[in-house]
């Protein structure tokens, strides 16, 4: 079977499974509060903020100086004083760091918001079964809604799966716990990430590259014409200048072993030739024999280009064209 047609296979039977439950405790919830949070995140993040009202949430990122990014956080408004975003809990303490340099003169206070449990839903009854339990469900007009001590996020990539924030000893979450027919780990979460080119960056790759590599450009989590913020002069350079060399790619191919973040991806030149061509950000072994990775690959390479990872001469991987729809 090609791979490609198993991928899609794959992402249909887990839309198709009644409910899936997976825990995600390698993401971090950070909470950003003060008179001052939404004026300095205008300054800091990649997004317009009043852009932001209390039923939605977006894709942003915290670059660098020079640009590049830090981290990508998926951010959302819960008053005018008091914002929350999540990001991966690698790269959290620097991010956090960094996020706080300019902050002395600001009323704000910037934290881990501790004591939460993130869980990752979806399947073809998931809508049914929250509804037990939620007023209401988020959906596309409304992509974030709060019940009581939860918070619910909507996402339509690769297919409709919510993420549940609540506090951990709730008992709406105790229940829903029950619920589960199959209980996948976090790498099935990171797989449907890979899938809908959502940039994953943990520490080994903060600071290296700049938003329109990682896809944010695409995903509407940078906004060009907003006033200044911290990287903005020369993320508006590479954009205009078009100095940005890579772009996200989701490749796939057989693979036994686990593929490290930062390992480098080749590509083939011609009949025995490789050259070095890009870098792992995400690696997720679907099965025995299948493996997806999200790469930062050098622009302007073809569709149809072979690669590989750099220690493995077996096995070559391919660009996934389509997303599951």
Same mark, same amino acid.
């Given at each position: 079977? %090609?791979? =490609?047609?198993? #991928? $899609?296979? @794959? *992402? +249909? ?11 995600? /405790? ?82 704000? %206070?910037? =934290?881990?918001? #501790? $004591?939460? @449990? *993130? +869980? ?11 509804? /037990? ?193």
């Amino acid at each position: 079977m %090609k791979t =490609s047609n198993f #991928n $899609d296979e @794959y *992402l +249909l039977k887990l839309s198709q499974k009644d409910i899936i439950l997976t825990n995600l /405790n390698n993401w971090s919830l950070i909470e950003i509060s003060g008179s001052d949070c939404q004026k300095y995140l205008q300054n800091q993040i990649t997004i317009n903020v009043n852009s932001l009202n209390e039923n939605n949430h977006k894709i942003c990122a915290h670059c660098n100086i020079n640009g590049k990014v830090y981290s990508n956080l998926r951010i959302f408004k819960i008053t005018n004083n008091n914002y929350m975003y999540l990001q991966r809990k690698s790269i959290s303490d620097k991010q956090i760091k960094e996020f706080k340099k300019y902050s002395i003169f600001s009323d704000i %206070k910037i =934290s881990y918001s #501790n $004591d939460i @449990y *993130l +869980l990752g839903i979806f399947g073809a009854k998931t809508k049914i079964k929250l509804s /037990n339990y939620f007023k209401k469900i988020p959906n596309k007009n409304f992509p974030l809604c709060k019940n009581n001590n939860s918070i619910l996020l909507w996402f339509n990539s690769p297919f409709e799966r919510f993420l549940l924030i609540t506090k951990k000893n709730d008992i709406v979450l105790n229940d829903i716990l029950t619920l589960k027919k199959e209980t996948n780990d976090e790498k099935t979460w990171e797989a449907l990430d890979i899938a809908s080119k959502f940039p994953i960056i943990d520490k080994e790759n903060s600071g290296k590259f700049f938003p329109q590599a990682l896809n944010l450009e695409n995903l509407f989590g940078l906004d060009l014409k907003k006033g200044c913020y911290y990287g903005q002069e020369m993320i508006s350079k590479s954009h205009f200048k078009k100095l940005n060399k890579y772009k996200l790619h989701w490749l796939t191919g057989k693979f036994n072993a686990i593929v490290q973040i930062g390992t480098i991806i080749e590509i083939k030149n011609d009949i025995t030739n490789w050259k070095k061509i890009g870098y792992v950000l995400s690696a997720v072994n679907i099965c025995s024999k299948i493996i997806w990775i999200q790469a930062v690959l050098k622009i302007n390479i073809k569709q149809d280009s072979i690669f590989r990872i750099e220690s493995d001469k077996q096995n070559i991987l391919t660009i996934q064209n389509e997303i599951f729809a």
